[in-house]
């Protein structure tokens, strides 16, 4: 069946690192990818998306490229603020989504 | 436009009891979705609405579930009755059309004790 696998967190970085989250996919078909972010005490939120393969999605700095050959939806960001601190969720499908465990971020000033 | 609510924000109940969660969509949106994230892991699929049926309902845990959505609007999701391993963060999700992005609401935090 389809599944997620993400980059184990918690990941801590200094004010403008540049940031990677792994994430590869196992899927059938011609799935989207999404990225979702939950910032403390809010929803989960869509961050980008890409819904066929070499697309790229980004939104507010992130970036993510739906590599089918090596299965993958990395997220990068060139330099991270401390508001980007949240957990980020890697997820795939078309109307079911199916999420990574999540990855926890911190950006420290 | 109002987003996709959730009630209650929190609830903490004793292993045995029920508990009932409710998600109001957004209007218009006939494509409702329930997720949850248990202990920190993965968030998981639990079942499917397009208006009042059920669509998919493939991530049910068990029979001690029972989600409905009456006239195509709002849904509820019930717990009856409740075990230790329920506790975590429901999600309720909605969308226009099948495949589009899926509005989240901010999710229901049960903690059974």
């Known amino acids: 069946g389809n599944s997620v696998t993400q980059m184990e967190g918690p990941v801590t970085l200094s004010e403008e690192a540049f940031l990677t989250i792994n994430c590869t996919y196992t899927?059938?078909?011609?799935?989207?990818l999404f990225w979702y972010v939950q910032y403390p005490g809010e929803g989960l939120q869509l961050l980008l998306k890409?819904?066929?393969?070499?697309d790229k999605g980004s939104n507010k700095g992130f970036e993510a490229t739906y590599r089918k050959e090596t299965t993958s939806f990395h997220l990068e960001k060139g330099s991270v603020q401390v508001s980007d601190s949240a957990v980020y969720f890697c997820a795939l499908g078309r109307g079911k989504l199916i999420f990574g465990q999540g990855t926890e971020l911190s950006v420290k000033p | 436009e109002a987003g996709v609510t959730q009630f209650p924000s929190h609830s903490v109940i004793e292993k045995g009891q029920t508990v009932t969660l409710r998600c109001d969509p957004i209007?218009?949106?006939?494509?409702l979705y329930w997720y949850r994230r248990v202990m920190g892991k993965e968030i998981k699929f639990l079942l499917h609405?397009?208006?009042?049926?059920?669509?998919?309902e493939s991530g049910m845990p068990n029979n001690r579930f029972l989600a409905e959505r009456t006239g195509g609007t709002y849904s509820t999701l019930k717990v009856q009755p409740a075990e230790l391993e329920d506790s975590g963060v429901y999600f309720c999700a909605s969308s226009q059309v099948r495949g589009d992005e899926q509005y989240f609401g901010p999710g229901t935090r049960l903690t059974v004790t």
């Open positions: 209007s218009g949106h006939d494509n």
């Open positions: 899927a059938t078909g011609y799935p989207s």
């Open positions: 609405f397009v208006k009042e049926s059920k669509q998919d």
């Open positions: 890409a819904t066929k393969a070499d």
